[in-house]
Nanobody
Framework: QVQLVESGGGLVQAGGSLRLSCAAS????????MGWFRQAPGKEREFAAA????????DYADFVKGRFTISRDNAKNMVYLQMNSLKPEDTAVYYC?????????????????WGQGTQVTVSS
């Protein structure tokens, strides 16, 4: 099993920045691919970004390209999501997820482990 705990969410004004962190514990080698998803009230959970084990392959949803950056530190079992130029429509609960497969994917159903989520609220 892999346990994931997110932190770093909060309230920020439009145009501001936040850095989300995800701490992984347990059998972390069972989750080589990591992703960030988000879910706004009344909407389905959607893909935001993902990264492979080595960190040399990343994927981003179109709505975050150029604004968000995913990274990882395997020595610390940490994954990060740096979010810049935040918009009110970025308001959501952000979830860290882990995938047993080594290929970066976008579908929530392709991820095996999930954190509890951290709230991000962007005011206009």
């Amino acid at each position: 099993q892999v346990q994931l705990v997110e932190s770093g969410g909060g309230l920020v004004q439009a145009g501001g920045s936040l850095r989300l962190s995800c701490a992984a514990s347990g059998r972390t080698l069972d989750s080589p691919t990591m992703g960030w998803f988000r879910q706004a009230p009344g909407k389905e959970r959607e893909f935001a970004a993902a990264i492979n084990w080595n960190g040399d392959i990343t994927d981003y949803a179109d709505f975050v390209k150029g604004r968000f950056t995913i990274s990882r530190d395997n020595a610390k079992n940490m994954v990060y999501l740096q979010m810049n130029s935040l918009k009110p429509e970025d308001t959501a609960v952000y979830y860290c997820a882990g995938r047993r497969g080594t290929v970066v994917r976008r579908g929530p159903h392709e991820y095996d482990y999930w954190g509890q989520g951290t709230q991000v609220t962007v005011s206009s």
